[in-house]
């Protein structure tokens, strides 16, 4: 099965969900908090996994290097918390207006789980529809960055940093995949510049998804 023969399905919610992807040390956390800052408090700010009690235990167990972990469970186990995130902050904040701000989402496993660690997207993402009743990002915003650049960003290395590059280069292939295959609903933004004209770039493709929803487009 091809990618483009497993786009999930979007349900039509009155608020807007926005999610940064990337290999990890791209900058998605910064411009996510960028990204809320400039919205103002129509902006829920959400990570993955994470967001609510399970989220965050699940979370710990995944990013712990000394965990050992095959690819199912593991995309079981993002699926979990990303079902226990939708059902308990994301859909309620939707149904309020609000624009949800999503460090990372359901293409994140795609990308990781599907592509890179070779469960096959249409698999992984069959498990997301269930997981999440369908929702789909209305903006997925894609942060380009060589993985040897972004080694070089320096940080503490969690369970999936540690495998390297060669991962990483796998990750960003697999997410490039995706992006092609649903180019209307991504946007992939240079993340190899100061981080303030990646913001200007990530905060111009929002407003634009912003004012084709006739969302306010926020504090700044």
């Not at 510049?193 to 006739?214: F, S, T, Y």
């Amino acid at each position: 099965m091809r990618v483009r023969d497993c786009v999930l399905p979007s349900r039509p919610m009155p608020g807007l969900l926005v999610t940064l992807e990337g290999i990890d040390r791209s900058g998605k956390t910064t411009q996510s908090r960028l990204l809320c800052e400039a919205l103002g408090d129509v902006a829920v700010a959400v990570r993955e996994p994470g967001g609510t009690v399970v989220g965050e235990r699940v979370r710990e167990l995944l990013k712990d290097p000394a965990a050992e972990i095959g690819a199912e469970a593991e995309a079981l186990l993002f699926a979990a918390a990303r079902a226990e995130l939708t059902a308990r902050v994301i859909r309620p904040a939707l149904e309020e207006g609000r624009v949800v701000v999503s460090d990372r989402f359901l293409d994140s496993s795609l990308a990781y789980q599907g592509s890179a660690r070779g469960l096959g997207i249409d698999e992984v993402a069959r498990i997301n529809r269930w997981a999440t009743a369908d929702l789909m990002p209305d903006l997925t915003v894609l942060l380009e960055l060589d993985p040897d650049a972004a080694a070089g960003r320096g940080g503490e290395e969690d369970r999936f940093e540690a495998e390297g590059a060669a991962l990483q280069r796998q990750v960003l292939a697999g997410y490039r995949e995706l992006a092609a295959a649903e180019p209307a609903r991504w946007a992939r933004i240079d993340a190899d510049r100061p981080r303030e004209q990646v913001h200007a770039d990530v905060l111009r493709a929002v407003r634009e998804v912003m004012a084709v929803a006739g969302e306010p487009a926020g504090a700044a």
